[in-house]
């Protein structure tokens, strides 16, 4: 079993969202995390995927996907270097003393607090799985009031892409 | 040109070049269907279900390698006709389907006859589109059609909401003949470093076999599939799907492979030392357990599906594309190479292979007193001469007539082998009849098939088409009672169908001819007397043995060498 992020462009259509997803559940393909918006070319969506598999059903979903007619094109991030990121909005109780204590925490972790009140934060924070995971972890379990996470969004290292 | 959406979708099947369309009107369709009226092109037939629009549609394409073109209502039209699409996906179909919708502002309102049409259809057809502007309509019939046709063939929805066919509005009308999609551009070619590898894979093969599916009919390779087998003198199985794509009455041919396939031919796939599967995918009912599949072969597989590749079974030499072009890009290095073939390998394994067939897996206890289904089909084939349009229901009867009818063209057997549609026989027959109006179109089916899509009887009379149904009636779903008798102790839940009508009189009323008969000895001359009746459809009940089962069979967990033989074989006989 491995973990593969496939980076793949459709058309920006109405139901080629609903064609990938459906594909995943009619063939009990696994799906971790989806992520999907138009590029800089409207006509066209990125969708940024994550599945963990074994080597024979990664390749029955890449060849089903490209199969999907809606599908122009598609890669396998995990394959090569590359960088993956995901957003995650986390809204915390913050009181007294803990005020402080989850500001620390949030600036070693590189987030933002990007909401205050009276009693509670919003951090943002953007990083890999792994670390948005160890973030959570770190604030105590009572505190922690709503976790909003985009899914993995990823890229290539160095000129490789995909491109049209 | 200015035209309406409703006319746009009449004017686009006229420019796609289709003649007949099989439908059933309803609201959300009657703008497309007074555009219809209004013209002399195409013919539309008024089926009774619509289900049977899209098995009459399917058969048309089977039997012609057009696609079949479907129009039916929203709503309960679309899912009704949910079954003949799931159908012909599975068997790679092409088929386009115009379903109507509501008016756009209503979707989602759960409006009078509302359906998710494309999300129902979408797991099981080709291609789903939802028409969103008058403006993208044409563009989009091309479209359906492109993929309907090209590629790994199938169905493929056109859901079109009402307001998009409204009369009223006009718009410039152009088709969009030269239509390209980034997304979508099906390969042809094989690669030819794969392919010579494959060639030479097969010199070395002391125990080659080709298993030949679908595929090859579906590309209309056929006389390619023959030139390869007689160039390299080579035996070939054959898949439920591809039955005549290799004439069964050549010597080189072993007959159909799988579940109920010859002993000759699973031994040859269980002994190959090279396996050459070509427009075939593996399916559970050919390889029965898997982990016995072809222990020695090394596989290539010519496919022009790539996911159809290493689904269920690694291959070793996998060749993307259409399979005629890889075929003839075989025989063309083959035949270049000038290279003979080991013959004497080959002798050897021919040898084997005779002694397998000399066993005669399929021989059935003959009567007097009762008509055995083998002999029913057997005196088909002899009265028909082989030529014959054979559509078929789904379950014994259909093995009988897989096993004991000798296709020897393609596109001449049609039936539902992926899914197993019961019901899919007789409208499946008309689509056959309506493209050879000419031509000797039998149905062979069961006393509970018939009854799925009966009502089609009367399209039957309203077309005038001759259809011969031929119904093996043993007054049980056969195979569900074959199934309990081997693995259910003989506990028939079910699958007695008692309170059946009186099939005859049942025809009569409908305005056909019904005839039944129960003697062997009369079967031929009431066969032969349906196929005379050239201008009227008859119905023959022919009450067969209740209790015959289908063998050789290879049961659930078993390989192709485990066979289950008749009993008919002497016990000395079997392996």
């Known amino acids: 079993m491995k973990r593969h992020i496939i980076s793949l462009l459709m058309e920006n259509e109405a139901g080629a969202l609903s064609n990938v997803s459906a594909l995943f559940s009619a063939r009990g393909f696994n799906i971790e995390s989806l992520c999907v918006a138009p590029t800089d070319d409207p006509s066209l969506s990125r969708m940024t995927l994550v599945t963990t598999c074994s080597e024979t059903v990664f390749e029955q979903i890449t060849k089903q996907l ?51 009140s009276d009693n509670s934060y919003v951090i943002e924070m953007t990083g890999d799985t792994d670390k948005l995971d160890a973030f959570v972890h770190v604030i105590p379990e009572d505190h922690v009031i709503e976790v909003v996470r985009t899914g993995v969004s990823g890229i290539a290292r160095g000129v490789k892409s995909l491109t049209l | 040109m200015e035209l309406s959406g409703a006319e746009i979708v009449v004017q686009a099947l006229k420019d796609e070049g289709v003649e007949i369309i099989f439908g059933y009107p309803g609201g959300s369709v009657l703008h497309i269907y007074d555009a219809l009226f209004q013209q002399d092109d195409i013919h539309h037939v008024l089926v009774r279900h619509e289900q049977g629009a899209t098995h009459a549609a399917d058969g048309y394409a089977r039997s012609t390698g057009k696609p079949g073109v479907v129009l039916v209502t929203s709503g309960p039209g679309a899912t009704n006709a949910i079954t ?21 502002a209503l979707i989602g309102t759960d409006a009078f006859q509302e359906v998710d049409t494309t999300g129902i259809s979408r797991p099981c057809s080709k291609h789903t589109f939802l028409v969103k502007r008058v403006e993208d309509l044409a563009e989009t019939m091309r479209k359906a059609f492109y993929i309907a046709t090209t590629g790994r063939p199938g169905p493929v929805v056109v859901d079109i909401p009402k307001d998009i066919t409204d009369p009223t509005v006009k718009i410039p009308y152009e088709y969009p003949r030269n239509l390209k999609m980034r997304s979508y551009s099906p ?16 010199y070395n093969a002391k125990r080659p076999i080709i298993y030949s599916g679908g595929g090859v009919v579906i590309d209309n390779a056929s006389g390619s599939l023959i030139d390869l087998a007689r160039e390299l003198g080579i035996p070939v199985t054959s898949t439920l799907m591809g039955l005549g794509a290799y004439p069964a009455s050549d010597s080189q041919f072993l007959g159909m492979l799988g579940m109920h396939g010859n002993y000759e031919a699973n031994m040859a796939m269980h002994e190959a030392d090279v396996l050459i599967a070509i427009g075939a995918r593996f399916d559970d009912r050919v390889t029965g357990h898997i982990a016995h599949f072809c222990p020695q072969a090394k596989i290539i597989h010519i496919d022009i599906d790539p996911s159809s590749i290493s689904k269920n079974v690694r291959v070793d030499i996998p060749i993307v594309g259409s399979v005629k072009d890889v075929l003839n890009d075989m025989l063309r290095i083959i035949r270049e190479s000038g290279r003979e073939i080991d013959n004497d390998g080959l002798t050897s394994w021919w040898e084997r292979i005779e002694a397998w067939r000399g066993l005669g897996c399929l021989c059935y206890e003959q009567s007097d007193e009762v008509i055995k289904p083998q002999f029913a089909i057997e005196t088909l084939y002899k009265v028909t001469g082989g030529d014959l349009y054979l559509t078929s229901d789904v379950g014994q009867h259909q093995m009988f007539a897989a096993q004991f009818y000798k296709f020897d063209k393609p596109r001449r057997w049609i039936n539902s082998g992926g899914l197993g549609t019961m019901g899919f026989g007789l409208p499946a027959a008309m689509g056959v009849q309506m493209a050879h109006p000419d031509k000797p179109v039998a149905c062979v089916t069961g006393e509970a098939s018939i009854l799925m899509c009966i009502q089609e009887l009367a399209t039957c009379k309203q077309h005038g088409l001759p259809i011969k149904i031929m119904l093996m009636n043993n007054g049980y779903m056969g195979m569900v009672r074959q199934w309990q008798e081997m693995f259910y102790e003989g506990r028939y839940s079910h699958s007695y169908v008692d309170a059946l009508p009186d099939f005859v009189e049942l025809t009569k009323s409908f305005g056909h001819v019904g005839m039944r008969v129960t003697k062997p000895s009369d079967l031929e001359a009431a066969m032969q007397e349906a196929f005379d009746r050239k201008d009227e459809l008859v119905f023959l009940d022919i009450v067969i043995d209740p209790t015959e089962n289908v063998y050789p069979m290879i049961k659930a967990g078993k390989g192709h060498h485990e066979m289950a033989m008749s009993p008919a074989l002497k016990q000395g006989d079997q392996r």
Do not use: C, W, Y
Not at chain 1, 66 to 91: A, P, Q, T, Y
Not at chain 1, 100 to 116: N, T
Not at chain 2, 84 to 104: F, K, N
């Open chain 2, 84 to 104: 003949g699409i799931a159908t012909a996906h599975l068997d790679s179909i092409p088929m386009v389907v115009l379903t109507g919708q509501v008016p756009s």
């Open chain 1, 66 to 116: 490209n199969k999907l007619i809606d599908v122009v094109k598609l890669m396998d991030l995990s394959e090569g270097d590359h960088i993956e990121r995901e957003m995650m909005l986390i809204k915390v109780r913050a009181e007294k003393e803990m005020r402080e204590e989850i500001k620390r925490l949030a600036e070693i972790f590189r987030g933002k607090i990007i909401d205050v």
């Open chain 2, 187 to 202: 390969v042809k070619k094989g690669h030819l470093g794969q392919i010579k590898k494959a060639v030479e894979l097969i």
